[in-house]
């Protein structure tokens, strides 16, 4: 169970786009269309935005968008805002009743 | 509105021994799976346990296995964790999250406010 791999921090102007990768391998994020992602504001508990690869659940905004080629997965954000300034955590079913979740990525608006 | 309450955190002695519950209200509860995720000082996410609307399939994390039990009881919509010979590293932040399906497929949408359990002597 080690958990997948985000890059430690991406960064965007407002209005941008930024992309966060979620690379797992053939036994999780490969092997199963149920990756999902978080949002976490700082003292915040933890946010659905993406799951089943890239359904939004009710009222997240059309920016967020989830896809998946392979092992790896991903999030965009289109149309960058300040409020998007946020740690986000990818996570997959790894198969045998078990979930992984990433390492997170620090989001940061300039 | 869907909530998810936690409760039963606590400080206890490293070997000892607590429940965590959570109650949901505003869903059908025994339509969805349910999780129990944690977060350590300053660390990332960690997936804990699930288990499915029935409670005919369970898992968890290696961390955990062996020492943590988890359980519903879908009369009281009601998830609970049974912590067993809890360790230092056990201290963390511990959510109750709702999954989107029966079973445990595509991930959680919804997230309690979280309980805190401290283990230290």
């Known amino acids: 169970q080690s958990a997948l791999t985000q890059p430690r921090s991406v960064s965007g102007s407002p209005g941008q786009s930024v992309t966060i990768s979620c690379t797992g391998t053939?036994?999780?994020?490969?092997?199963?269309?149920?990756v999902s992602w978080y949002q976490q504001h700082p003292g915040k508990a933890p946010k659905s935005i993406i799951y089943?690869?890239?359904k939004r659940p009710s009222g997240v905004p059309d920016r967020f968008s989830g896809s998946k080629s392979g092992n790896t997965a991903s999030l965009t954000i289109s149309g960058l805002q300040a409020e998007d300034e946020a740690d986000y955590y990818c996570?997959?079913?790894?198969?045998?009743?078990?979930?992984?979740f990433g390492t997170g990525t620090m989001v940061t608006v300039l | 509105e869907v909530q998810l309450v936690e409760s039963g955190g606590g400080l206890v002695q490293p070997g000892r021994s607590l429940r965590l519950s959570c109650a949901a209200s505003?869903?059908?509860?025994?339509?969805?799976?349910m999780h129990w995720v944690r977060q350590a000082p300053g660390k990332g996410l960690e997936w804990v346990s699930g288990?499915?609307?029935?409670?005919?399939?369970?898992g968890y994390a290696d961390s955990v296995k062996g020492r943590f039990t988890i359980s519903r009881d879908n009369a009281k919509n009601s998830l609970f964790l049974q912590m067993n010979s809890l360790r230092p590293e056990d201290t963390a932040f511990y959510y109750c999250?709702?999954?989107?399906?029966?079973?445990?497929?595509?991930?959680?949408?919804?997230w309690g406010q979280g309980t805190t359990v401290t283990v230290s002597s």
């Open positions: 999250a709702k999954d989107t399906e029966r079973n445990m497929v595509y991930g959680m949408d919804v």
């Open positions: 053939s036994s999780d994020v490969g092997g199963y269309n149920s």
């Open positions: 288990v499915s609307w029935n409670s005919g399939r369970t």
């Open positions: 505003g869903f059908t509860f025994d339509d969805y799976a």
């Open positions: 089943h690869v890239s």
């Open positions: 996570c997959s079913y790894g198969g045998s009743y078990i979930y992984v």
